[in-house]
T-cell receptor
Framework: EPEVTQTPSHQVTQMGQEVILRCVPISNHLYFYWYRQILGQKVEFLVSFYNNEISEKSEIFDDQFSVERPDGSNFTLKIRSTKLEDSAMYFC?????????????FGPGTRLLVL | SQQGEEDPQALSIQEGENATMNCSYKTSINNLQWYRQNSGRGLVHLILIRSNEREKHSGRLRVTLDTSKKSSSLLITASRAADTASYFCATDSYGGATNKLIFGTGTLLAVQP
């Protein structure tokens, strides 16, 4: 069964460094998402992406964050200058069409620790 | 309370027993989904129920939805130790631009062998 994959599974970085989290969505899916989950808290929506542009973003997704689909398979989340509070599990998700009654499939997550 | 709150926060049962988790939400929805998360791992989609559906089954899972009460329940029958995980409900954003999901706080289920 097709899966969303994410790399790396864990990343440790120093505050102020740039990180790029990578995702490979399911191949026939057109909508892509990033969510994050701070330890012990809810899963929070960050951004949705379709047709090479951001469809919607949350208040969390400020100028330090960016997303890109650099090729036909990868979907990346970049944090330009990491802060301690960016430490979280980051989940990528994808769905076929992004319609309102559709399942989103999540990857296993990247655990980011900012020191 | 916030959109998507589950209760109980934690539930401990014996293998073979049934587990019921509840979710309440505040705003109108198009659908509600349940996900499972094993400790520190990814989110696994369990079931989606549409706003015009009242009940849905998938294997040992039974989900109900009461839009008048803005609540849903997830029942796991004949639980197994492998069902030990956190369970989250997630609602869509009615009228939103895209299908972003709003997650609840989760119920931590422990099934004792």
């Amino acid at each position: 069964e097709p899966e969303v994959t994410q790399t790396p599974s864990h990343q440790v970085t120093q505050m102020g460094q740039e990180v790029i989290l990578r995702c490979v969505p399911i191949s026939n899916h057109l909508y892509f998402y990033w969510y994050r989950q701070i330890l012990g808290q809810k899963v929070e929506f960050l951004v949705s992406f379709y047709n090479n542009e951001i469809s919607e973003k949350s208040e969390i997704f400020d100028d330090q964050f960016s997303v890109e689909r650099p090729d036909g398979s990868n979907f990346t989340l970049k944090i330009r200058s990491t802060k301690l509070e960016d430490s979280a599990m980051y989940f990528c998700a994808s769905s076929v069409m992004g319609t309102l009654q559709e399942t989103q499939y999540f990857g296993p997550g990247t655990r980011l620790l900012v020191l | 309370s916030q959109q998507g709150e589950e209760d109980p926060q934690a539930l401990s049962i014996q293998e073979g027993e049934n587990a019921t988790m509840n979710c309440s939400y505040k705003t109108s929805i198009n659908n509600l989904q349940w996900y499972r998360q094993n400790s520190g791992r990814g989110l696994v989609h369990l079931i989606l129920i549409r706003s015009n559906e009242r009940e849905k089954h998938s294997g040992r899972l039974r989900v109900t939805l009461d839009t008048s009460k803005k609540s849903s329940s997830l029942l796991i029958t004949a639980s197994r130790a492998a069902d030990t995980a956190s369970y989250f409900c997630a609602t869509d954003s009615y009228g939103g631009a895209t299908n972003k999901l709003i997650f609840g706080t989760g119920t931590l289920l422990a099934v004792q062998p």
